[in-house]
């Protein structure tokens, strides 16, 4: 069973920055996109960035010119690089793959527990 655990959350002032680190772990074959989504509170589920394997990204018009999403093939890894940060980034940031290729089969819509993001004076 593959696993997605996020790390690099935290607080951070207006204007701050902070880099989010998600790794995929199990026997991985390959992996096909590879995503981050946001959920603050009262509010529905977002997509904030996503990255195919090929490369290819795409970007919530509320985070273009200030997120970076990133990801190492070869660490089954992938990124969130986010700067100048603001109050209304505060959320739950959620690693995502929509489609893992494992030794046991094929999973989809696979999702990390989630890391707080709180950006606050």
């Known amino acids: 069973q593959v696993q997605l655990v996020e790390s690099g959350g935290g607080l951070v002032q207006p204007g701050g920055s902070l880099r989010l680190s998600c790794a995929a772990s199990g026997r991985i074959f390959s992996i096909y996109t590879m995503g981050w989504y946001r959920q603050a509170p009262g509010k529905e589920r977002e997509l904030v960035a996503s990255?195919?394997?090929?490369?290819?990204?795409n970007y919530a018009d509320s985070v273009k010119g200030r997120f970076t999403i990133s990801r190492d093939n070869t660490k089954n890894m992938v990124y969130l690089q986010m700067n100048s940060l603001k109050r209304e980034d505060t959320a739950v940031y959620y690693c995502?793959?929509?489609?893992?290729?494992?030794?046991?089969?094929?999973?989809?819509?696979?999702w990390g527990q989630g890391t707080q993001v709180t950006v606050s004076s």
């Open positions: 990255i195919t394997s090929g490369g290819t990204t």
């Open positions: 995502n793959v929509d489609r893992i290729v494992t030794g046991g089969g094929v999973q989809y819509a696979v």
